[in-house]
């Protein structure tokens, strides 16, 4: 397993805010892996602006940023210095996320707030399946069943019990 120098600047960030979504991306081929950080990175840079901010008005600010920063990347215009940024421009430049995948997320954080959304993970899951159909269609059906033991983990210990959610996922139990 990569060390956490060893991964890239959005993989650590969704390490370290977003463990389950860490442990979840380990299940998708190598080739993918980092794209699925990516959408990952996002998430937890939109949540972030929930946790982090309390002024109603800087947060829609932020999320205006995140909006107007995702709409130019379809327009081939890249804002330079923030690596979800920058990573999502690959992926957008290659055709594998459509343009209104992504703005729904940020949508679904903008309106929800100061509450993190509900429909929130549910629309970067589907972004996550998108890409994996054109990125790595075999890790599809990995990352589902991870994703469902992860869920279940969650719902009858909460974030109790990480070293046995661990064992759970990979010996596949």
Same mark, same amino acid.
């Given at each position: 397993?990569?060390?956490? =120098?060893?991964?890239? !600047? ?21 080739? /993918? ?14 949540? $972030?602006?929930?946790? /982090? ?54 949508? =679904? ?8 959304? /509900?429909?929130?993970?549910? $629309? ?6 998108? !890409? ?14 991870? &994703?469902?033991?992860?869920?279940? $983990?969650?719902?009858?210990? &909460? ?13 596949? !139990?």
């Amino acid at each position: 397993m990569a060390t956490p =120098d060893s991964l890239s !600047l959005n993989a650590r960030y969704v390490h370290g805010h977003a463990r389950d979504r860490f442990l979840h991306a380990l299940f998708v081929r190598p080739q /993918a892996r980092e794209a699925v950080f990516t959408l990952y990175a996002l998430e937890a840079e939109l949540a $972030h602006v929930h946790t /982090a901010v309390s002024e109603e008005m800087i947060a829609y600010i932020r999320f205006a940023w995140w909006y107007e920063a995702l709409e130019a990347l379809y327009n081939r215009q890249v804002r330079r210095g923030q690596p979800v940024i920058e990573a999502l421009a690959l992926l957008v430049e290659a055709g594998h996320l459509p343009q209104l995948l992504l703005l729904a997320i940020v949508e =679904d954080y903008r309106y929800a707030y100061p509450e993190l959304p /509900a429909s929130g993970p549910q $629309h970067v899951d589907v972004a996550v399946a998108a !890409l994996l159909e054109a990125l790595s269609p075999e890790s599809i059906t990995a990352w589902r069943k991870a &994703g469902k033991r992860i869920a279940a $983990h969650r719902a009858r210990y &909460g974030t109790k019990a990480n070293a046995w959610l661990v064992l759970k996922l990979w010996v596949g !139990l």
